[in-house]
C-alpha cells in the first residue's frame, strides 16, 4: 500500500513538489496572518506591561486613555496618593502623531512621563536616561533612531539621548518619550496664529476686556493659553491591597473613571482591535478554503490521470481501501510538504513585517491538525472517483 503511493509520487515527483511549495507558501501567508492576530494581542500586554501601572485613572464615561480621549487636571495626582492602597501615582500623557527626523518623519506614539514614576521606560539598551526638564528623548529601535539624532516635535527639537526596545502602542507604534510639561505642549498648547486671533477674540469681547478691570484681560489669555491637563494618571497599589478596592475608592470619591488591568486588557483587545481580528479571521477561514480547495484539484487531477493504472489494480485483485487508502497518503503527504514549507517560509519573512509577528507553537500544532484535516476531507473526491473505475478499463480501448 505505501509502495503504491511513494511509486505514484515518484513517477510524478515535480509536480507533486511544485504543487507542494505552493500550497505551502498558502499556508505560510495563513500562519503570518495568525501571527499578526498573536502580535495585535501581545503589543496590547506589552503596552500595559510598559506602563508599570496597576491603575488607569482618566476621565469619567471614558474608556481612555489608549481606546479614547481622555483629559483630566494634572494636579489630581496629589489627591489620589493620598488615598489608602496607593503606593505611587503619576501623570502620563499619550499623543500618536508623525514624530521628523530631517527630511522624514516617523508615526509614533509619544509618551509624557515623570522621571522614577510610572510610565517611564523599564529599560534602556543604548545611551541614557532622560535627566533635563526639556528637549530630550527616549526612544524605541523600531523608530530608526539612534542616540544623538535631533528629532522635531511639534515646535520644538529633541536629542534623542537613550534607546529602548519592544515599546510599542496598541496599534504597533513604536514610543518616544519625552518630558511631561513637554508633552502637554505638544498635545494642547495652540500654536502662535491660533494664539494671536484667540487673543484678537477676546479684547473685542467687551465682557471679557472691561475698561474698569485693569489686568482682567491678561489673566483670561493667560488662563486660555496654558493647559495643565493630562490623558491618565498612572497608579501603582501598595503590597496587601486590591486594585479593585482602589479602584471603587477612585471612582466614587474622586468622581473619576478607574481601570485595573484586567479591564484595561480587555478594552484593548476586545473594544480597540476587535475588528481587526475579525477581519483576519475571514482570512484565515478563506485561505483555508483556498488550500482545501488547491489539494483536492490536484490530488483529483493525478488520480484522473492514472486511470488505467487504478483499473488494472482493480483487475488483479487489489482491495478499494487500499487504492483509497494511496489517494489519501499522497493527499497527507502534500500537506505535510505544504505545513513544512508554509511554517518555514512563516519563520523568516514574519521579522521583516511592520508589524509584530508572533507565531506560537500552540499555533503550528493546531496549524497541523488542521493541514491534515482538510487534506483527508480534499482527498474524498478524488477516492470517489477512483472508486468508480470500471475494471474493464483496463483492457479496454
Not at 489620589?80 to 496607593?86: C, E, H, K, N, T
Not at 521606560?121 to 532622560?130: E, M, T, W
Request: some cysteine; charged content about 20%; overall charge positive.
Amino acid at each position: 500500500m505505501i509502495n503504491l503511493a511513494g511509486r505514484d509520487i515518484l513517477h510524478s515527483w515535480s509536480k507533486f513538489v511544485l504543487t507542494g511549495l505552493g500550497l505551502g507558501l498558502l499556508i505560510g501567508v495563513t500562519f503570518t496572518m495568525a501571527g499578526v492576530y498573536r502580535g495585535m494581542v501581545d503589543d496590547a500586554k506589552v503596552l500595559l506591561n510598559n506602563s508599570g501601572a496597576d491603575l488607569w485613572v482618566v476621565q469619567k464615561d471614558t474608556l481612555g486613555p489608549y481606546a479614547e480621549s481622555s483629559s483630566i487636571p494634572d494636579d489630581i495626582y496629589r489627591s489620589i496618593l493620598g488615598m489608602s492602597g496607593v503606593a505611587q501615582a503619576a501623570n502620563v500623557s499619550y499623543l500618536t502623531m508623525q514624530v521628523r527626523k530631517g527630511d522624514t518623519d516617523v508615526r509614533a506614539m509619544v509618551v509624557g512621563f515623570e522621571p522614577g514614576q510610572p510610565g517611564e521606560p523599564s529599560y534602556l539598551v543604548a545611551g541614557r536616561r532622560i535627566t533635563r526638564s526639556h528637549y530630550e528623548a527616549v526612544a524605541d529601535v523600531k523608530t530608526g533612531f539612534a542616540v544623538g539624532d535631533r528629532i522635531r516635535i511639534r515646535r520644538h527639537e529633541y536629542t534623542v539621548v537613550g534607546l529602548t526596545q519592544r515599546m510599542v502602542s496598541s496599534g504597533g507604534d513604536p514610543m518616544v518619550f519625552i518630558p511631561l510639561k513637554d508633552a502637554q505642549e505638544a498635545q494642547f498648547l495652540k500654536d502662535n496664529d491660533a494664539i494671536i486671533n484667540q487673543r484678537a477674540r477676546t479684547g473685542a469681547n467687551p465682557a471679557l476686556n472691561r475698561p474698569g478691570v485693569p489686568g482682567l484681560l491678561d489673566a483670561i489669555n493667560a488662563s486660555q493659553n496654558s493647559n495643565r491637563n493630562v490623558n491618565a494618571v498612572l497608579v501603582r497599589v501598595a503590597e496587601g491591597h486590591s486594585p479593585e478596592a482602589v479602584a471603587q475608592d477612585i471612582r466614587r470619591w474622586k468622581h473619576l473613571q478607574a481601570f485595573i488591568r484586567a479591564q484595561m486588557e480587555n478594552i484593548l483587545i476586545a473594544k480597540l482591535i476587535a475588528t481587526a481580528a475579525r477581519q483576519i479571521a475571514m482570512f484565515l477561514v478563506i485561505l483555508t478554503i483556498v488550500s482545501a480547495a488547491i489539494v483536492a484539484f490536484i490530488i483529483y487531477t493525478m488520480t484522473l490521470g492514472k486511470i488505467r493504472e487504478i483499473a488494472v489494480l482493480k483487475l488483479i485483485g487489489t482491495h478499494n481501501r487500499t487504492i483509497a487508502a494511496m489517494i489519501l497518503q499522497q493527499s497527507l503527504g502534500l500537506g505535510l510538504i505544504g505545513f513544512a514549507i508554509g511554517r518555514i517560509a512563516a519563520t523568516i519573512w514574519g521579522p521583516f513585517f511592520p508589524r509584530y509577528v508572533l507565531l506560537e507553537p500552540g499555533d503550528a500544532v493546531r496549524g497541523f491538525v488542521i493541514v491534515m484535516v482538510v487534506c483527508t476531507l480534499a482527498s474524498t473526491l478524488a477516492i470517489r472517483a477512483a472508486l468508480k473505475v470500471d475494471p474493464a478499463t483496463a483492457i479496454g480501448g
